[in-house]
């Protein structure tokens, strides 16, 4: 079993920052890359961010010079930190992990629960 936790999440004015937390637990073997998708009501999920076990990281455009993510693959730890937040990164929010239970496992997605991000005006 492999479980994803996210943490962080909430309610905040526009403009304002909060920062997500994502911890993978259980019979993981590897990660090969950790990531956060959101999906807004009536839209479909899309990928915000992710981070590849080597390091190298990539954001969405609509969240660009405002959203960060990081992670320490020690210890299968990813955050996301959102600065000058708006009403339309409303959302709820998932982390997930891209990786193998061991070694010559198939490689698989694995998803947090996620976290509601509300921004209000």
């Known amino acids: 079993q492999v479980h994803l936790v996210e943490s962080g999440g909430g309610l905040v004015q526009a403009g304002g920052s909060l920062r997500l937390s994502c911890v993978v637990s259980?019979?993981?073997?590897?990660?090969?890359?950790m990531a956060w998708y959101r999906q807004a009501p009536g839209k479909q999920r899309e990928l915000v961010a992710s981070?590849?076990?080597?390091?190298?990281?990539s954001v969405a455009d609509s969240v660009k010079g405002r959203f960060t993510i990081s992670g320490d693959s020690a210890k299968n730890i990813t955050d996301l930190q959102m600065n000058s937040l708006k009403p339309e990164d409303t959302a709820v929010y998932y982390c997930?992990?891209?990786?193998?239970?061991?070694?010559?496992?198939?490689?698989?997605?694995?998803w947090g629960q996620g976290t509601q991000v509300t921004v209000f005006p």
């Open positions: 259980g019979s993981i073997f590897s990660i090969i890359r």
């Open positions: 981070i590849a076990s080597a390091g190298s990281t």
């Open positions: 997930n992990a891209w990786g193998q239970t061991q070694r010559y496992a198939p490689q698989l997605d694995y």
